[in-house]
């Protein structure tokens, strides 16, 4: 033995990005146990794409460790004796629980399975573990979870510990002592984890280690616990968000190695300011207290907090002014006092400026908020960046503002200032680059020839007054990336010099204007732009870029003729609002990573393209009530990803690092009603051609997807019969084939379709018997009705022994007649408008994706009225 | 503010990520806690998600316009596990197609709570104890079928009460006793009771005890 031999597994979404070895040490093969265990254990996986290519040959030291895995992980790792890093994290482990096999390996020092997909209650033999000290188990949104943490009283090894978002919300109050009783442990991640317990004292502080403690985002609903403050060693605390309430102790101020305290977010910590501020506060570097009950006034003691370099107090009720000492905090980057109740702006004498290494007042000030804006902002020499957008400050813009010539960026969109912005607001801000006024009741009135001191490359001025005509002094600004001047009240037509600036736009949001005249075709702007002339007046054909853009919204205008050709060279994301005619043929050309294409309910006419079938990440195709004719092709049986059967929900949730999320909600007509699917939608393979006029045979090919669910041609005029192959479409739920002319006998395969729930052929011209077995057996007459040539049960015309197809008579059941009717009314659910969501393209495409979320978002806050704020933090671009 | 909107995202990503049992709805823990007898081989229950408001959405599953679940469809679907009393909470359940897969373990009695069912389709499963007298409450059922079990006992006397009843078949089981000829019993076909070796053939009301050979 002495053998050791560790593995270095680094899993990584893509197959390409990074390498690692398995490193075997004081060997050059590894052994021959080794090397069948390994075997095993890939078998046992599921993957695809061939990332464990080199998991051959006889030397298992130089196979490569990485892959994007999913499937079961196989206890033949359990033979790996002397494994002792073992990292499955980002893995795609979809509904499979953590195997508790991995209690077994003895010699694991590292342990990683975060965000890999494990579900289900985390295996106590876990604490097996004894040389473990690096477990990571934190998931993002499979349910992981844990009854109880008494097992971990075995992993007196341990030092790192990360378990956020994990279940823990039945975990009892022992937690505390038992992590207590570990005593290496130096971080600890608890974030999000539902826990409830926390106790209040705690007899023998024993984390002597610790240096990180991470507890936020719980639900404690407790005081602040009292022996926190005896963890000497804590460099970094965070339990914001946690409903905590009661005081902050004094003595947190005295921990020597504190550099970061968060306390934000609980709202019913209370402190007195004076007190509080007063304290040691050593070594403080991050100090947020936002969003509590802190009262008082600012102590003079703040400027001995040198090491500051974030300071936040906003929304406390904090009261006087601020002392003339904070001058001292050279380091201070980020100060917030906003939302709180302080009188007067900043001290008109800043002390203690000399000791700043460049003398001058807050040298490193970047964030600013305090409220309202005072007019002492215009001594505040240095200032490089005022950041006041998003908050809810009125009045007037001060003249000083333009006497900050280091100025880069100016922020005050999104509030409620009013007055007139003139030349001298500007005066000497030739290094401004960023000016982000939107969303005031400002109106700028400069004179026709202004020319600005300086050059932006970030220009937002939406909803601002700058009309009536096109703002002539845009001219000047040859170095501008980002332009909205939406909603800002321009008329008449966009001036030709435009047309030269815009082949460097980024975005071009000139949208809710009252533009005129006809775009220049094609037209110029940067690759990967958003182009928004949504809500002007502008005629003419559509014209588009020669390059790749994002988003093209140029619905609510005037224009005419049909989409180009061209469209489909220039490879869009494109969205496109209320536009009708024809879906053009390079849907399924370039939009190949399409998960969902959603046109229900507008005026689409021609022919399906046939190329349609290239998409193949596509799962949802719903096309319902439009104008479309011609035969369904049957290219639509190649539709690659419902042929395959979606075993694996994987969530769609977007902006996760943006701190927004959006959970993605697709409305489909399934069973005969609309049904919202959120969280399962990557479940949903659905064919929705209803509502159209089709013609031709039923399309046999589609008998091919075998992963279909939802298979909808009700209300064409689709002929011929319906297929034996039917019945291959073991997981069709819902299958409405209604009010068409389809004829022929109803397949006797068809009894076999046991997931089947919804059938509806009535109004057609089926003839011959039900099936009368199976899942046949399950549906009533309304399933059958308005077909004069069948006969058996449901219905109630026998059948004639011997003349299967002889055409009896069915008795007319009203009643069934009223189950068409669901028909009107799903028509009303769908959006006017189609949607094309592009869920493949933007996983991998950063831009794309960037754009969509943005559009999304803006749909979101147009629809929902989410705060200004919202649509504050999605419009600033840099 | 900013801050707000963070503060109401933080509610929304902890509503859904560890909150998994918020819904009220009992039909969604009835299934839940069928969910949790099951052993699901093939990924077939992939997208019953407690988290979800009511279960019209999970596949095999199917709701009325008021999101009350009126048919459960796992026929053919490798599942084995057992049934308990909870699946009696499904009020409104019309098809309870359970069929072909690897259920064992008694019938519940429970089932007998299912007012409106019209079809029960347990065969080709690994049922055993009796068949529920409970059953007999079941007036909307049109189709029993029962076959391929291993079902013991006789057939319960008070299923002759299920007017509405089309289809029974309770063959290939290890019933004992003899055979109502009440009701509905009058039209069931001979093949509805074969391959029962202790099964005495039609009751001889007076002549023969019902359970005779039990």
Known sequence: MGRFFAIGLVLVILCLLSIEKFACYGETHCLESDRKALIDFKNGLHDPEDCLFSWKGNDCCQWVGFWNLSGIVDCALLRLKSLRHLDLSLNTFEGNPIPECLGSLQALKYLNLSKAGFTGPIPPNLGNLSSLQYLDVSSDFSPLKADSLQWMAGLSSLRYLVMNGVDLSMVGSDWVPILNGLPFLTELHLSLCGLTNLIPSLQFVNFTSLAIMDLSLNGFNSKFPD????????????????????????????????????????????????????????????????????????????????????????????????????????????????????????????????????????????YLRLGPIPASLGRLSSLMDMGLGGNELNGSFPNSIGELSELVSLDVSFNQLTGIVSETHFSNLSNLKFLFMSSNSLILNISSVWVPPFQVHNLQMGSYQLGPSFPDWLETQKEINFLDISNASISGPIPDWFWDLSSNLSLLNVSFNQLQGQLPNPLPVASFADIDFNSNLLKGPISLPLVEIELLDLSANQFSGPIPLSIGDVQPYSVFL?????????????????????????????????????????????????????????????????????????????????????????????????????????????????????????????????????????????????????????????????????????????????????????????????????????????????????????????????????????????????????????????????????LGILAIRKPWSDAYFGFVDNLINRQMGVSRATSYRNRRRR | MALHFLLSSVFIFFAISVSPTLSSNSEVNALHALRARLTDHTNVLQSWDPTLVNPCTWFHVTCDSNNRVIRLDLGNSNISGTLGPELGGLQHLQYLELYMNKFEGKIPKELGNLKNLVSMDLYDNNFEGEIPKSFATLKSLKFLRLNNNRLTGSIPRELSALSNLKILDVSNNDLCGTVPIDGPFGSFPIESFENNSRLNGPELQGLVSYDFGC
């Open chain 1, 578 to 838: 209320s536009l009708s005619g024809n879906i053009p043929p390079w849907i399924g050309e370039s939009l190949i990573a399409l998960r969902v294409l959603r046109l229900r309910s507008n005026g689409f006419s021609g022919r399906l393209p046939p190329q349609l079938s290239n998409i193949s990440s596509l799962q949802v195709l719903d096309l319902a009530n439009n104008k479309l004719v011609g035969d369904i092709p049957a290219s639509l049986g190649d539709l690659q990803a419902m042929m395959q059967v979606q075993k694996v929900n994987k969530y769609l949730l977007y902006g996760k690092y943006r701190g927004l999320y959006y959970e993605e909600n697709v409305a489909i007509s399934i069973k005969g009603k609309a049904r919202e699917f959120t969280k399962t939608l990557s479940l949903v393979t659905c064919i929705d051609l209803s509502g159209n006029n089709f013609l031709g045979e039923f399309p046999e090919a589609i008998t091919n997807l075998l992963g279909f669910v939802v298979l909808n041609l009700s209300r064409n005029h689709i002929s011929g019969h319906i297929p034996e192959e039917i019945a291959n479409l073991h997981e069709l739920e819902s299958l409405d084939v209604s009010n068409n002319q389809l004829s022929g006998s109803i397949p006797y395969s068809m009894t076999s379709m046991t997931s089947l729930a919804y059938l509806n052929l009535s109004n057609n011209n089926f003839s011959g018997i039900i099936p009368d077995l199976g899942q046949m057996t399950t549906f009533d007459g309304s399933s059958y009705s308005g077909n004069p040539g069948l006969c058996g049960l449901p219905l109630l015309t026998s059948c004639l022994s011997g003349a299967l197809d002889t055409r009896g008579t069915v008795e007319d059941d009203s009643e069934n007649l009223l189950k068409d009717k669901w028909f009107y009314s799903s028509v009303g659910w769908g959006f006017a408008t189609g949607i094309l969501v592009p």
């Open chain 1, 227 to 366: 022996w926190i403050v005896n963890i000497s060693s804590l460099v970094s605390l965070d339990m914001s968000s946690s409903s905590l309430r009661g005081r902050i102790p004094i003595g947190i101020s005295e921990l020597p190695n504190l550099q970061h305290l968060n306390l934000a977010m609980n709202g019913n910590l209370t402190a007195s300011c004076r007190q509080l501020l007063s304290g040691s506060w050593r070594s403080i570097e991050v100090l947020d207290l936002s969003m509590n009950s802190v009262h008082g006034i600012l102590p003079s003691s703040i400027g001995n907090m040198t090491s500051l370099v974030d300071f936040d107090l906003f929304s406390n009720n904090v009261t006087g002014g601020i002392p003339s000492l904070i001058g001292f905090l050279c380091k201070l980057k980020s100060l917030n006092m906003e939302s709180n109740v302080l009188t007067g702006g900043l001290p008109e004498f800043l002390e203690g400026t000399e000791n700043c290494f460049s003398r001058s007042p807050f040298p490193s000030l970047m």
